[in-house]
């Protein structure tokens, strides 16, 4: 009564932290470590410039926007989106301004340029005009394909809150309102994902939850052809459920969508429990008719050996946490966590209830010995005594065909790739990117080093180069910057003349324009413009360049990025490739004609130079523009060599490339190297505890084949009908081989077992071993199978890949452990079955123990009727 009073206090107790400490965290990039440069860069860029992934973007395509009644609906929808609380701001072509050059106050102002709703101080062909003729816009709001959008910025701590993020499917049912005016509304931006997929993440995490259940029930009915089984199986992985929902509660830990996997895992892992203890019980009911007995038997015999497989399937999920992503130490934490506790759950509830019922019936035990499952196992015993030639030739066929495979299997892995084709948020980001070139956050910085170079005209001729040369490259939307503010700028000073969306570089102008900018109130909030506070952070002396990338796969993008990054540098720094042959020469050669090279080929390297040797000292420094062969007395001091290199980096441009597109990219080709890392502890650490078990190293290796080979299976698989390496599907290979494992540890205990009762005959102890242990893995492995296999159902591609290539590695791991295992047992013999194998630390099975069942009293349940007494002294 003691534990069941225990089990149900924490029940509740994780039950209600289940309900309440439960959060959503549909961030991207997240899986990334906090150590790693892209997430640095990313956390550097929102301190300057904000959060990037709040505007939600709502599409229209119509050639009828302008028509009177249908551009006043546009504007009333931007209207009503803007009252809803979280929103930020929202820009349109209906809320549009104008900016004016007031020459008398020497300052632009604003107007917008639809606001009577009457067009009686506009026409509607006049509005058109004034936006469709603005070169700031094109390309951003609208195209020559009459697509238009409406930009909604929402604050990110909306987006963070799970109810609060409900605020996006308000937007949306709005717009969609709008449908019979607009034609259907397109939806894109990171707020449209991360809300949508985030409540799918939850939605699956019960379904799956509710489609285990009624698939394990089944099965579990149709192998013991009892409810009363049914019913206590499900008991414990409803409490695992609980359990495993709550914990993650506690421990503070967000549901993501790799998270949201353990619930329907502890059920998958349960139920194999549930099978072994009570396959088991039934055997041992089945042999002596003792209830208590084959209860003890089960505890002290079956309950070792099942700790031991739940703690390397827990091993395999632990060692997550070799990734140093948090998120993924968060998921092996929990997980490894959990399938303890669904092992305390299994070895308490079970026993208990099954103490509280009566004995099992003779139609209960007849599953031991139904035709089919007694026919398998006969089939397996004489395939592994009789065909182990044939065994031998279909598993090297088996791996041929897998290497093979293995070898052309492509890595990949972007935001959307695990939607299904024809998925709504798919052709609705086709949709933006068809008609604007992409949309997912792409941002670049350059930092400038010193003030004095922002209004250089080789800084911003620059910029304008690194635009245009992009801005035909379809992975993109229009490249925006300080550029085109200052165009913008040019174009209003001069009375809107859109001839005059040129960039001016005299420095006169560009402070003339600066001085009008300043004083006047353009702010990119209210729809007036793009102010220049929004691309440049003078204080860290660094400019932005903003755009929308396609979501094309991770490893793509690195390519990209890198190509970009080259590209960039060689615009900004055309000198520099010169300068760096001129100081490895000079470094390496110790000639100064080198550093006469460097130092008055390039002015502002002298400059710079001459300001690290004078450490503040203007009197110095103004010597040395008086008479600058006094630098060449610096060549031969110590610390100069440090001194120019200073000198030389600071006159560099520095370029970054950063934004939802480069973080998620590289967090997908960071998790498949450390996912690989994890796969490998995982063998390691699952080996050397084996090790332990069955004190031969001999054993463990030979062992360890059987589960390498489905891995290879699976892995060849990918290969041939091209599924993609990435996080989801690589998480198949720790998950599977911590479990297939399982049945290895299952099969040699009772082969061990059966040595010493059978005096070494060999052969005579495999072949026991099937028998017995044989159909409880088969029974687990089918659940496995079908479990996993429900996760198929999912609307997101890499969880219906991870269900089904779990499903199948776990399927061919049944059929390697029950074949080649013994095969493999039988062919080596004694060189594998060595003393210290016979004498291990401890038994996983344990032998019987010394009592004395005849002289046990033991009270009878009434519910066992009037025979219990009788059957007990059996």
């Known amino acids: 009564m003691i534990i069941i009073g225990l089990l149900t206090l924490l029940t509740v107790f994780l039950g209600y932290n289940a309900i309440t400490g439960l959060k959503l965290d549909n961030r991207y990039g997240v899986l990334l470590p906090k150590s790693a440069q892209a997430s640095i860069d990313y956390q550097r860029f929102q301190e300057m410039f904000g959060e990037e992934g709040g505007v939600l973007v709502v599409g229209i395509q119509t050639d009828s926007l302008y028509t009177e009644d249908r551009f006043r609906k546009w504007k009333e929808l931007g209207d009503s989106i803007l009252k809803l609380e979280g929103v930020e701001s929202v820009v349109s072509e209906a809320n549009l301004f104008s900016v004016f050059n007031n020459q008398e106050k020497r300052k632009f102002e604003a107007k917008r340029v639809f606001s009577d709703v009457t067009y009686k101080e506009k026409s509607i062909d006049s509005i058109q005009r004034e936006i469709r003729e603005n070169p700031m816009y094109k390309d951003l709001l609208f195209n020559d394909k009459n697509a238009s959008l409406m930009m909604v910025e929402i604050d990110g701590k909306f987006l963070l809150d799970q109810k609060k993020a409900n605020v996006v499917l308000d937007i949306e049912n709005l717009a969609s309102q709008y449908n019979d005016v607009f034609g259907q509304a397109r939806f894109a931006g990171l707020p449209h994902l991360r809300v949508i997929i985030g409540k799918r993440v939850v939605k699956e995490m019960y379904v799956f939850v509710g489609l285990l259940i009624l698939v394990t029930s089944l099965l579990l009915f149709l192998f013991f052809r009892s409810l009363k089984v049914v019913f206590i199986c499900n008991l414990v992985v409803v409490v ?174 972007n935001l959307t790739g695990d939607l299904p084709p024809g ?11 068809d008609n604007f070139g992409g949309s997912i956050p792409f941002e670049i910085m350059i930092d400038y080093k010193e003030n004095s170079r ?168 103004a010597e040395f523009d008086m008479d600058p062969d006094l630098i060449k007395e610096e060549f031969g001091k110590k610390g100069f060599k440090d001194d120019l290199r200073e000198a030389i980096d600071n006159e560099y441009y520095d370029v970054t490339i950063t934004g939802v597109s480069k973080v998620a990219s590289e967090g997908t080709k960071y998790l498949v190297f450390n996912l690989m890392t994890s796969l490998i502890f995982a063998i390691i650490a699952i080996a050397v505890l084996m090790s332990i078990l069955f004190r031969s190293w001999r054993m463990v290796l030979v062992s360890l084949v059987p589960n390498f080979i489905p891995l290879l299976f699976t892995a060849g698989i990918m290969g041939w009908f091209g599924i993609p390496l990435k996080p989801s599907t690589l998480l198949v290979f720790s998950i599977a081989f911590g479990i297939s494992v399982d049945d290895t540890i299952h099969y040699l205990a009772k082969y061990r ?73 039988l062919s080596l013999e004694h060189r594998l079955t060595t003393k210290s194998f016979e004498e291990p630390y401890f038994d996983a099975y344990n032998e019987e123990s010394d009592i004395d069942w005849e002289d046990v009293d033991v009270l009878p349940n009434p519910h066992d009727g009037p025979n219990a007494e009788k059957s007990t002294e059996s």
């Open 240 to 413: 695992a459920v609980i359990w495993s929902i709550g914990l993650i509660g506690a421990l503070s830990f967000d549901l993501t969508i790799i998270m949201a996997l353990i619930p329907p895992l502890m059920i998958v892992i349960g139920i194999p429990n549930c099978i072994f203890l009570i396959t088991k019980y039934h055997q041992e009911v089945k042999e002596h008719g003792n209830k208590v007995k084959a209860l003890t038997r089960v505890i002290r015999k079956i309950g070792t050996a099942t700790f031991l497989t739940n703690l390397t399937t827990s091993l395999g999920f632990l060692t997550f946490v070799t990734t140093n992503s948090p998120k993924l130490i968060e998921f092996g934490i929990s997980a490894s966590l959990n399938i303890i506790l669904v092992f305390v759950l299994s070895i308490c509830i079970l026993p208990i209830v099954l103490s509280f019922s009566k004995k099992p019936k003779q139609k209960h035990l007849m599953h031991l010995d139904r035709r089919l499952a007694v026919g398998l196992l006969n089939n397996l015993v004489h395939i592994a005594g009789n065909h182990r030639k044939w065994v031998y030739i279909v598993t090297i066929g088996v791996v041929v065909f897998s290497i093979i495979g293995m070898m052309r299997i492509e890595a990949t892995g």
């Open 753 to 825: 077992l059966e040595l010493k009762s059978k005096q070494w005959d060999l052969k005579e102890c495999v072949m026991m071993a099937i028998r017995e242990a044989g159909l409880g893995m088969f029974y687990t492995s089918i659940v496995l199978f079908c479990g996993f296999s429900m996760f198929s159902f999912s609307q997101f591609g890499g969880t219906q890949a991870l269900g089904l290539l779990v499903s199948l590695t776990l399927l061919i791991a049944m059929i390697t452990n029950l074949v080649l295992l013994p095969s493999l047992l």
């Open 454 to 621: 922002l209004q250089k005209k080789h800084t911003l001729l620059s910029i304008d180069s690194i635009q245009r040369r992009y801005s035909k490259d379809t992975l993109f939307t229009r490249f925006v910057s300080i550029v085109d503010v200052l165009k913008g700028a040019n174009m209003a000073y001069h009375n809107n003349d859109v001839d005059q969306f040129t960039l001016v570089t005299s420095k006169r102008k560009l402070r003339t324009l600066k001085n009008y900018i300043d004083s006047s109130l353009v702010t990119n909030s209210n729809g007036a413009g793009m102010a220049l506070n929004e691309f440049m952070d003078t204080t860290n002396h660094v400019l932005r360049i903003r755009s929308q990338m396609m979501d094309i796969g991770s490893y793509e993008v690195s390519d990209i990025v890198d190509s970009m990054e080259v590209q960039m540098d060689g615009i900004l720094n055309p000198d520099k490739q010169q300068i760096e042959k001129y100081y490895r020469l000079a470094t390496k050669k110790k000639d100064n004609k080198y550093y006469d090279s460097i130092v008055f080929e390039y002015p502002s390297v002298f400059n710079a130079l001459t300001k690290i040797v004078s450490d503040g000292d203007d009197e110095k420094v």
């Open 423 to 433: 998925d709504q948020i798919l052709k609705d980001v086709e949709f933006i990117q």
